[in-house]
């Protein structure tokens, strides 16, 4: 479903009682509520089960360049990515490499980091925003030619540059915006009724629920005795 982000926010109002069904927003109101929804949007980015996809993007390597910056408009050139969960190499034979994702302090522990021309087997993603908003990406060993980054993951949620951006949604997403935003509108102005409020919840829930990531649940070898024999033979 695609719907614009002034629709959404007009809806939301309605939910409360602040707007009559067919109004619009002042200048100095789409504004304002632009920026609450923006805001909004931006702290869902962080919970994982709000996240409709795990988006994978490839990157070609630069020879003996092992620091890369990533967002909108930097060398790695994507909406910068919330988390990075998987990373892998592919080379110019199309042959794949598995490079482990690892936090600052086991990158830090590496003495020399200058080391060129291979196969990079660690990926570090430094989340801190550079002057121009970007993420860094750095890579070990620093690689060497004709080599493609593969990374897999979690994205920051659209946000909108006007009141007439449309975003496309998934199933659910609209009804759990406005209903969520409803509230984040409300505080100090408007109560929020207990019907509103169980939407705003089981909305969110609901989504959350259809992202939930299937589980592989394993044994450990060690606590399963092993019998001889078959179900037909018998142990």
């Known amino acids: 479903m695609t719907a614009a982000v002034s629709t959404m926010i007009v809806n939301s109002l309605i939910n409360i009682n602040e707007r009559p069904i067919g109004s619009t927003l002042t200048a100095a109101e789409g504004v304002y509520y632009l920026g609450k929804m923006n805001t909004m949007l931006e702290s869902w980015g962080l919970e994982r089960l709000m996240v409709q996809a795990i988006q994978q993007d490839s990157f070609a390597l630069t020879a003996n360049t092992g620091t890369y910056t990533i967002g909108t408009g930097a060398t790695f050139n994507t ?20 490079v482990k994702v690892i936090p600052f302090d086991r990158f830090d522990a590496i003495i020399n980091k200058g080391v060129t021309g291979s196969y990079p087997e660690y990926l570090y993603y430094d989340q801190n925003y550079d002057a121009s908003g970007f993420g860094s990406i750095k890579v070990y060993p620093q690689p060497k030619s004709g080599l493609t980054l593969y990374i897999e ?49 089981e909305s969110k829930a609901a989504i959350k629920g259809i992202n939930l990531p299937d589980t592989i649940m394993t044994l450990d070898s060690g606590l399963v005795k092993r019998r001889s024999g078959s179900i037909l033979t018998g142990p």
Not at 82 to 91: C, L, N, Q, V, Y
Not at 159 to 173: H, I, Q, R, W
Not at 178 to 189: A, W
């Open 153 to 201: 993951s979690y994205k920051q949620f659209q946000t909108f540059a006007a009141l007439s951006t449309a975003m496309l949604l998934g199933p659910g997403y609209q009804r759990a915006i406005e209903s969520n935003f409803s509230i984040e509108c409300s505080p100090g102005y408007k109560s929020i009724s207990p019907e509103l409020a169980k939407i705003a919840r």
């Open 79 to 98: 909406t910068r990515p919330t988390k990075i969960i998987k990373a892998f190499i592919r080379d110019s034979a199309s042959s794949d490499t598995d």
